[in-house]
Nanobody, 124 residues
Framework: QVQVAESGGGLVQAGGSLRLSCAAS????????MGWFRQTPGKEREFVAV????????YYADSVKGRFTISRDNAKNRVYLQMNSLKPEDTAVYYC?????????????????WGQGTQVTVSS
């Protein structure tokens, strides 16, 4: 059974940094594509960043490009989201997601397995 778990959220002042970590376990014969999404109350889950199974390609939402960096350590089966120059509008619950099949890298519906989410709050 696949499990996805995030960690690393918290409260930070605007301009600060946080690093989120995600571990996907339970299916070790191949690596998944891993994505980060975020959601605020009353809004749909929003794409943030994704990294392919090999780590060779990454994609970012325009709103975070140049500030956030997604990376993966396949030896540890972990994916990271380094968030710099944080803004109050980055405040959300951040979710990690994994998928072993195709589909749009940007669409939440393409991902099969989700973590429970971690709160990121950026104060002004």
């Amino acid at each position: 059974q696949v499990q996805v778990a995030e960690s690393g959220g918290g409260l930070v002042q605007a301009g600060g940094s946080l690093r989120l970590s995600c571990a996907a376990s339970g299916r070790t014969f191949s690596r998944p594509r891993m994505g980060w999404f975020r959601q605020t109350p009353g809004k749909e889950r929003e794409f943030v960043a994704v990294i392919t199974a090999t780590g060779g390609s990454t994609y970012y939402a325009d709103s975070v490009k140049g500030r956030f960096t997604i990376s993966r350590d396949n030896a540890k089966n972990r994916v990271y989201l380094q968030m710099n120059s944080l803004k109050p509008e980055d405040t959300a619950v951040y979710y990690c997601a994994a998928v072993w099949t195709g589909g749009s890298v940007y669409a939440a519906g393409s991902y099969t397995y989700w973590g429970q989410g971690t709160q990121v709050t950026v104060s002004s």
